[in-house]
């Protein structure tokens, strides 16, 4: 029997000391006194079980942190009272002074008559769980602050305070690497004293310049437990005693190409080096601080361009309307003189002459005046005035403006205007460009003894579209793609056809600017058709 009996006292034991957690037995004391606990308390807290049995050496309550005790009292007096079993998490001191999460589970063995007798219960470390939860739900503050594009500054500090939150006891801060690669920046560090923020403030980096000098320097962590015997600090020392700081860790932040881009440190006011936790904490931390530094650098980059490329633009757009300005001056004048010598009494070759000097004439001041418009647009400085147009007269008049040249390469056009006209709201001068430089192009890159149809159909109500078609060389996708683009002179290599490539960009963008659309379908070697649509009033609202 009595060997029966240590057989199971054994077999109890070794159940006990293999469970994750320490096992115990607690008197229902003042004093909360420990009966019985198992061996796993001494690697959950650094001191082994007999220093708790009957509170020989120390109570188990006294290692609970302050601010959790009267938290765990309630709870498990209130669930002795409603004899229930009570499930807490809270936080415990170690030995070497160190914060663990722990989950306690345990109910209270009752008499006959009700009465509590001694608890019974199971403590687990759970401060990995715990860091990770709050790992998470700090990292998701981050992101949601970089989601909705706060400022880096707010972004660093909101990860700040949730380390800080996480560790208590520990200041965080980031520095950021400057452009150069030698300076390092205040980032966000709301915790440490201003002055000490200014002092640090553009420090230059070096293999032996504090922490985070050291670590931006050397891409490695620098770990300084001592700051007061250190020789990083021999420089800086008073300045950190000043502040009250005794240990400072720092780790580099990195960007997505491995590059040093900043620093994130971690200050105590006592001398400490690191545990496994909280350099898990600090590595997630400069990741996190990784993405939001180069996101805000990578954005800052994009609007520099922008603002570049916009001060380009500007600058192009201005030289080309001085330039285009001071060109039509000596071409109206060349053109004036050319006009003379054909009505004059000069001789036959004088008038070939004085003809092509005005025909180039001409076509120079047109492509002057194309510039003069795209540069206007671009500025913003191009007036419309939008009326009531009709379509079938619009055409007719632009027709006769480009038969002549369709005539000189035998091109057909033809237009068959409509029973019920249709009224657009557009800018007739500006509607007149664009009709004239579409069908001009239907001209010149169509066929020889090809075609050019016109048509107007009412896309609804309170839109209309004109149509014009050629039976020309067409376009590929690609051209497509790029025909609407300044400078862009597709197929021009194919044909001896004068032009800049800049008519259709402008045509577009005075379109839109009346409220329009045009767009362009086409079937390589048979032909495209170009199409603009603008806004319609029906006949009857004619006043």
């Known amino acids: 029997m009595t060997h029966n009996k240590s057989i199971n006292e054994t077999r109890f034991k070794s159940l006990v000391e293999n469970i994750p957690g320490a096992v115990y037995t607690c008197a229902l004391d003042e004093h909360w006194t420990i009966e019985y606990i198992s061996p796993m308390i001494e690697k959950l807290s650094g001191y082994p079980a007999n220093d708790f049995v009957q509170n020989k050496i120390r109570s188990y309550a006294s290692i609970i942190h302050p601010d959790d005790t009267d938290m765990v009292t309630k709870l498990v007096v209130d669930a002795v009272e409603l004899h229930q079993a009570y499930k807490i998490d809270y936080r415990i001191i170690d030995k070497d002074q160190q914060i663990h999460w722990v989950y306690e589970e345990g109910r209270a063995l009752y008499s006959e008559n009700g009465e509590a007798l001694w608890l019974d219960g199971v403590i687990f470390d759970v401060t990995y769980r715990k860091l990770n939860e709050k790992l998470d739900l700090g990292n998701l503050q981050v992101l949601d602050a970089l989601s909705r594009g706060e400022s880096l500054d707010e972004v660093l500090k909101t ?96 960007s997505s190409e491995k590059n040093v881009i900043g620093t994130f440190a971690c200050y105590y006011k006592d001398t400490k080096i690191p545990n496994g936790d909280e350099i898990r904490t600090i590595q997630n931390a400069t990741s996190i601080a990784g993405i939001a530094i180069q996101r805000h650098r990578e954005a800052q980059a994009i609007i520099e361009a922008k603002e570049k490329a916009e001060n380009a633009s500007r600058a192009k757009s201005e030289f080309l309307s001085h330039m285009s300005h001071e060109l039509r001056t000596p071409l109206n004048a060349i053109m004036g003189f050319s006009q003379l010598t054909l009505i004059g009494d000069g001789s036959a070759s004088d008038k070939d002459y004085a003809d092509e000097i005005y025909t180039a004439g001409e076509h120079l001041l047109s492509l002057v005046n194309d510039i003069l418009d795209l540069s206007k647009i671009e500025q913003q400085k191009l007036d419309i005035n939008p009326e009531q147009v009709s379509s079938d007269q619009i055409i ?32 007739v001068r500006r509607l007149k460009q664009i009709l004239v430089n579409i069908l001009t192009n239907a001209v010149k890159y169509n066929k020889d003894n090809g075609t050019v149809d016109i048509a107007v159909s009412e896309i609804d109500m309170n839109r209309t579209r004109i149509f014009i078609s050629d039976t020309g060389h067409g376009l590929t996708e690609e051209d497509i793609d790029l025909i609407f683009m300044p400078f862009e002179r597709l197929n021009s290599h194919h044909h001896n056809i004068d032009g800049a490539g800049i008519g259709l960009t402008i045509a577009k963008q005075l379109i839109e600017k009346m409220g329009g659309k045009i767009g362009v379908s086409s079937i390589p070697n048979t032909g495209s058709t170009f199409w603009i649509e603008l806004p319609a009033e029906a006949e009857q609202q004619i006043a």
């Open 159 to 254: 990860l700040v305070l949730n380390i800080e939150n996480i560790w208590p006891g520990m200041i965080c801060s980031v520095l950021l690497l400057d452009k150069e690669g030698r300076h390092l920046l205040n980032g966000a560090a709301p915790n440490l004293p201003d002055f000490y923020n200014e002092a640090i403030n553009g420090v230059e980096i070096g293999p032996n310049v504090g922490s985070c000098g050291t670590a931006a320097y050397t891409g490695e962590a620098c770990i300084i437990d001592d700051i007061e015997t250190h020789p990083n600090w021999e420089q800086s020392v008073s300045l950190a005693q000043k502040a009250g700081l005794q240990a400072c860790w720092s780790y580099p932040i990195f």
């Open 396 to 427: 007719t008049e632009c027709i006769k403006l480009v038969q002549e040249t369709a005539n000189s390469v035998g091109v057909s056009i033809n237009y068959e205007p409509s029973q019920s006209d249709h009224l657009l709201i557009a800018d």
